[in-house]
């Protein structure tokens, strides 16, 4: 179908970056773990291949090898710093350990502009991560930059079709990362530049047609990006045989319900089920202050209800899910550490449901920027397409403390300043995050001649690129001072706004 490149996972955190980047030059791209059989290799046919970074060294024990028959495939390679010590170690060259690790930017020397460097300057800026580095090129390898520290900052042997660089293309610090990725793709492996996402729109609706022929989907509506697009979608392939259903878990933002509803009933013709259990979720909530407990307990009570509503409608064989390419990847971690849970995630789009139905999950393979673009094709409106991320549980871990419902009127008003200053502003788009959270606090303040004693409002708001490091954004003093006396003035209950000055790590993005 599209001639794919394939990245062979070693453990580097930029393993998805790596195949995002092949697909933002609109060749398919997919991931899979290093060890996978040639067998498998095969039966993908990949027009080339891309062997990661990781977090190992080939001299460790349990270091991570690929298969060496990969290199007699004649699929052009690409190794990517562990990737290239992978190849070197392999075909007999020599790999050091070093003593100091080389983090951060190097400048590099290009030696050889033939194909991976073509178009190039003579030198470039390089994002450089490892310990270990080639001391010795195998047989049949030649040199094609250095650095200060590295003899053999890219190396290729033209005739095995091999490549290999110290460095990281796929993040933004490396000068023409992206240009060296293409000169790799379109260079040396032939890839045309067809994967496109309305073809993609086109192909999954046949895909949904011929799976779920007659029958009837269900599946949950948050307002969210992905649970929106893939309602979109599904409505577009079978019309109103899908029934979406909309819980009011009361833990929403200000307005929000009623505005899903109406853009999806009105708008987009959607066969949606309100259900409005605002009561049920916030008399189970009551006086439970521990964020776990919370997040569990609003998880658990979205999944009764959801399946509940669910069985009422007749004849349901399948439930649409909105599972993303990062949750299907197979995980590859070589610290043999158990990580440890932070939060216990809950989304709308991810129900585990014990009901027998089966699955539709049209997303399967994308990322989350591509679904945004797919829903800008489906023509989703941008209030829902670039609206910032909302956790599962909602303002429910964004009430420090017990979840009353006073308390959630007062959070509600204040995140919706925040709201409408940061878009008057014209950053809404800018910053990953802006939103109001409620400290159980009271402090004292003076209204008038008036003394008060009321609840403090936290603003938080992060720039970030995936959720998962953040930085606090630098908001003007004006804008501060806007939002500052906007909530103290007009939401009965405040009398005083701090703004949090944390990144993450080592804080988290949410409070609870
Ligand atoms: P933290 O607070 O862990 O949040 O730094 C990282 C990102 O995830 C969002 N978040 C959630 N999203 N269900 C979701 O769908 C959840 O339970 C959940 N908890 C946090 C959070 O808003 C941020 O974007």
């Known amino acids: 179908m599209y001639g794919s490149i394939l990245v062979l996972d070693f453990g580097s955190q930029y393993t998805q970056l790596i195949a995002r980047r092949i697909r933002e030059l609109q060749v398919y791209s997919l991931i899979k773990p290093y060890n996978i059989s040639i067998s498998e290799i095969k039966k993908i046919n990949p027009k080339g291949i891309i062997l990661s970074g990781g977090p190992a060294s080939v001299y460790e024990k349990q270091a991570p090898f690929c298969d060496r028959k990969v290199f007699q495939l004649g699929i052009p390679i690409l190794g990517i710093c562990y990737g290239l010590q992978t190849i070197v170690h392999i075909l007999e060259g020599k790999v050091k350990k070093s003593v100091r690790q080389e983090y951060g930017r190097a400048l590099m020397y290009i030696d050889d502009h033939h194909d991976l460097f073509f178009t190039l300057p003579a030198a470039i800026n390089v994002w450089m991560s490892h310990a270990d580095y080639t001391v010795k090129l195998p047989p049949g390898f030649v040199s094609m930059a250095h650095t200060r520290n590295a003899e053999y900052a890219a190396v290729a042997s033209r005739d095995k079709k091999i490549w290999g660089v110290q460095f990281h293309p796929e993040v933004i610090h490396t000068e023409f990362g992206t240009q060296i990725i293409s000169n790799f793709l379109f260079r040396i492996c032939g890839c045309f530049a067809n994967w496109e996402l309305s073809s993609f729109v086109d192909e999954a609706i ?168 797919v829903a800008k094709i489906l023509g989703l409106p941008d209030a829902l397409v670039y609206r910032h991320p909302f956790p599962g549980p909602g303002l429910g871990v964004r009430i420090v403390g017990e979840i009353t419902p006073r308390r959630l009127r007062i959070l509600r008003e204040a995140d919706a300043i925040i709201e409408k200053v940061i878009k008057k502003e014209g950053i809404y788009r800018k910053i990953w995050q802006a939103f109001a959270v409620l400290l159980p606090l009271k402090s004292v303040g003076v209204m008038g001649d008036r003394r008060t004693y009321e609840y403090v409002i936290a603003l938080r708001a992060v720039e970030s690129q995936d959720g998962m490091t953040a930085d606090w954004v630098k908001l003007s003093p004006q804008v501060l001072a806007e939002i500052s006396a906007r909530i103290i003035n007009e939401v009965e209950g405040v009398n005083r706004v701090v703004y949090d000055i944390s990144s993450k790590p080592p804080s988290t993005i949410e409070w609870e």
């Not at 046949?206 to 022929?213: E, L």
């Not at 964020?291 to 007749?314: L, N, S, T």
């Open 206 to 373: 046949s895909k949904i047609r011929k799976q779920v022929r007659d029958k009837k989907v269900i599946g949950g509506l948050s307002g969210g990006v992905d649970s929106s697009t893939l309602a979109l979608l599904l409505q577009k392939a079978i019309g109103r045989r899908f029934k979406g259903i909309f819980v009011n878990n009361g833990l929403l933002r200000k307005g929000e319900a009623s505005y899903v509803v109406k853009v999806f009933r009105r708008s987009f013709k959607i066969d949606l089920k309100y259900i409005d259990a605002r009561r049920e979720f916030l008399r189970e909530l009551r006086d439970i202050t521990d964020p776990e407990e919370k997040r569990k307990i609003i998880g658990h009570k979205f999944i009764e209800v959801f399946e509940k509503e669910a069985k009422k409608v007749k004849g349901v064989e399948f439930l649409a899910q909105g599972t993303l390419y990062p949750d299907v990847i197979e995980s590859i971690s070589f610290s043999g550490a158990p990580s440890v849970r932070i939060k216990s995630h809950h989304n709308v789009g991810g129900l585990p449901l014990n009901m027998k139905l089966k699955l539709v999950e049209p997303f399967r393979e994308l990322f989350k920027d591509e679904v945004r673009k």
